[in-house]
């Protein structure tokens, strides 16, 4: 226990589960798995895809990756590929869902913060939308909506995140998707300075925390569909010294007043949405709004155009075998013409590299991505 408690210390918040000395090295072979099936394997399948993509007759047009993908499943290598890409992310969440079980008493326990900054608001009749209910997001058992009373799915999502994005996104705080967000912003305007702010999508709250850092005089809202992650994020913000206001609510949908806000942003959140909800997002977003108001939406950086068949494919697989509801439909988007239909102004879009923390930015912004995990996807606007 001691020892635990010692390494409690040393984490950049508590709250987050420690694993055994067995736990740990599982979880870090199931990284060098993830690594290896992604950044060995898949580059091959590419290259035969590709090769056998220049084999199919020039007559098919149509769902051309369809066609490919009826070529590639005839290949053993691809087969296998897909089969270690399924199951190393399984595995993930099972080594850290473990983890997390075994120390449900003690995280319920850290989770009580006497004089709280922020808070944490939940509704037992929710409504999860159906893009949510359809699968288990990223294969995390329960998903992001599942709810049993506790705060262990938002656990089991802040250990499994860490792992899950191999260390890329911030390490343990998982961060940097946020820090970035909040770069731009200060990009775009150096002086601004909101009064309040709202994460649309903000899971266990590691992209909000960023904005309660770099404005901590706003009055900052974080919502998501799921009532375990939100009292996670709760407790996760409590323990980092930021406050912030958390709420069981639909980006599509929220209970907040018109022009009640000055910066409206999301990190990551269209691909796990739907087409429909993207429209009805930005929709909001504008209602939202002070006339002058900022949105922000940062997504992958992974953007295409359908001309790369192999590409095309991937990213069908990614929704396929990820679970990622909106995965084409957020990386084909015209985000122009979505933003310019729901009346923002002065948009932008292209490319923000990643910030370590926002206040140090750098405060750079272009059209052309500096490579995944170097620079994000974002695209803003003015109400």
Not at 86 to 102: F, I, K, N, P, Y
Not at 275 to 288: D, P, S, Y
């Amino acid at each position: 226990m001691i020892e635990i408690s010692e390494q409690r210390a040393q984490l950049d918040h508590p709250l987050i589960a420690v694993p055994s000395h067995d736990e740990l090295v599982e979880q870090l072979f199931v990284r060098d798995l993830k690594m290896f099936v992604g950044g060995q394997l898949e580059p091959v399948q590419a290259q035969i895809a590709r090769i056998e993509d220049q084999a199919l007759p020039a007559t098919v047009s149509n769902n051309r990756a369809d066609a490919l993908r009826k070529r590639m499943a005839r290949h053993e290598s691809f087969r296998t590929w897909l089969a270690m890409k399924r199951g190393s992310q399984r595995h993930l969440w099972s080594t850290v869902a473990d983890s997390v079980e075994r120390q449900a008493s003690e995280l319920e326990r850290l989770a009580q913060v006497e004089a709280p900054l922020g808070s944490v608001r939940t509704d037992e009749t929710f409504d999860v939308p159906a893009y949510i209910q359809r699968g288990d997001i990223h294969l995390m058992p329960g998903g992001n909506a599942h709810d049993d009373g506790s705060l262990l799915q938002g656990a089991v999502m802040d250990r499994g995140g860490a792992v899950y994005m191999l260390g890329r996104n911030g390490g343990m705080l998982n961060d940097l998707r946020g820090q970035t967000a909040v770069a731009h912003v200060l990009t775009r305007f150096p002086d601004f300075a909101p009064t309040r702010i709202l994460d649309m999508g903000c899971g266990i709250g590691t992209s909000t925390v960023p904005a309660a850092t770099a404005f901590p005089e706003a009055e900052v809202h974080g919502i998501d569909v799921g009532a375990s992650i939100l009292r996670y994020a709760h407790a996760r913000a409590e323990h980092l010294g930021a406050a912030v206001h958390f709420s069981q609510q639909s980006a599509e949908k929220t209970d907040f007043a018109d022009a009640s806000f000055d910066l409206v942003y999301s990190c990551v959140l269209f691909h796990e949405t739907s087409q429909a909800a993207t429209l009805n997002i930005m929709a909001e977003c504008k209602r939202l709004l002070r006339p002058g108001g900022l949105m922000v939406h940062l997504e992958v950086p992974l953007l295409h155009d359908n001309t790369d068949t192999w590409i095309e494919l991937n990213g069908a697989l990614e929704a396929q075998y990820n679970n990622e509801p909106n995965w084409r439909g957020a990386l084909t988007a015209d985000y122009q013409g979505l933003m310019a239909g729901a009346g923002f102004k002065d948009l932008m879009i292209g490319y923000q590299p990643t910030s370590q923390a926002a206040r140090r930015g750098p405060f750079r912004f272009g059209p052309d991505s500096e490579g995944v995990f170097r620079s994000w996807f974002i695209a803003s606007g003015v109400a």
